[in-house]
Structure formats: C-alpha cells, structure tokens
C-alpha cells in the first residue's frame, strides 16, 4: 500500500531527494548514480523515490530547473546596469557561460552529452512548460532591447533561440578544440553581439 504523505512530508522528502541527487551526480556523473545511491544518501526507501520522481532523468531536469534560476536574475541584473543593447548581449552571453561552466551539474550534462536522454524520458507535456515558460522570461530580455536600445527588430522568439542554441557549444567543446575553444567563443560573442545591433537606435 503506498504511503500518503502530507505536504510538509512532502515538501521536506523532495528536497532530501534533489540535495542528495545533487550532490552525487555533481561528483559521480549521472550514469554512475544509481537511484539507490540517491536514496540512501537521503535516508528513506528506494520505494519512497517514486512518490516523486518518475525517473532519475526527470529528478536531473527538476535540479537543472533550480539551477537555471541564476539565467532570470542575470537578465535582470542586467536591464538594471542600463548597457546598450550589444553590450547586454556580451554580458549575458560571457556571465552565462561563465556561470554554466561553473556549475557541476550543467558540466555533467554537457559532459555525458545528457540533454537528449532527459528528452526522451520526460513527459512532453513538461517539456513544453518549461520552454514556454523559458521563452517568456527570454523574451522579455529581448524586447527591452528591442524597444530601448538598438537591438534589431526581428522576431523575439528568433533571437531567443539564437542565444539558446549558442549555450549549447560548450557540449560540443573536444570538437571544437579545446585550445581554441575561449578564442572562438569569444569571437562567437563579439559576431552574435555586433550582428544583433544597429548602428543607429
């Protein structure tokens, strides 16, 4: 018979799961955690895991979701500093890459190439919640520019997939070069950033 757990029950067995999954998938790498590794380093049953998570892939993206927080406060910090449109750009794009390299979570999903895994085994339902959500916040970025600065008045969602699809490189860093990699980044940066702005607002 499965156990009713209250919502304070809940609220604190969840977080034990995503501290504990954290922790080992930061040091282990996600395909050498196991579930039982997560539960044990958490101190309940195997069983009580599936109260919660469907899978260990839907537990990684409930941890990238927390961790992608820092994304909503770095495009709000920002529009804050008052920088032109393609100074914005290069901020996001340098902090942002800064801050995913830093972070082990993200380094083990780029590094175990872990993106299409987590994909294939959540409910497309969520995944649309999340890119909408996602997309909404981004927008918001790009519209300011668009409406304050010279930031170049093409389609939001456009410009939004642009960005999201440049903060993929760093799972493509072997074939890039690793001795050129921060080199190429860099004039990556400085082409998107100029290619995204007028001269004149």
Known sequence: MTRKFSDKERGFYKQ?????????????GFKKTSIQDITDAAGIAKGTFYNFFTSKEELLF???????????????E??????????????????GLEMTEENKIFKKV??????????????????????????????GFVEHYQ??????????SVIVALLRGFFMMPMHKKEIGEDIYEEVMDL??????????KDEV
């Open 78 to 95: 920002v529009i804050s500093s008052e920088s032109d449109a393609e100074k914005a750009i290069q901020q996001v794009i340098h902090k």
């Open 16 to 28: 034990k799961i995503v501290e504990s999954g954290t922790k080992l998938i930061s040091v282990l």
């Open 147 to 156: 409406q304050n600065s010279n930031l170049i008045k093409v389609d939001p």
């Open 188 to 197: 990556f940066t400085y082409v998107i950033a100029r290619g995204l702005t």
């Open 110 to 139: 780029f590094e175990e190439n872990l993106m299409e895994k987590i994909a294939l085994k959540l409910p497309q339902e969520k995944l649309e919640e999340h890119f909408e959500d996602d997309l909404k916040n981004s927008k």
């Open 62 to 76: 409930e941890i990238l979701t927390i961790h992608e927080d820092f994304r909503d406060n770095l495009l709000k």
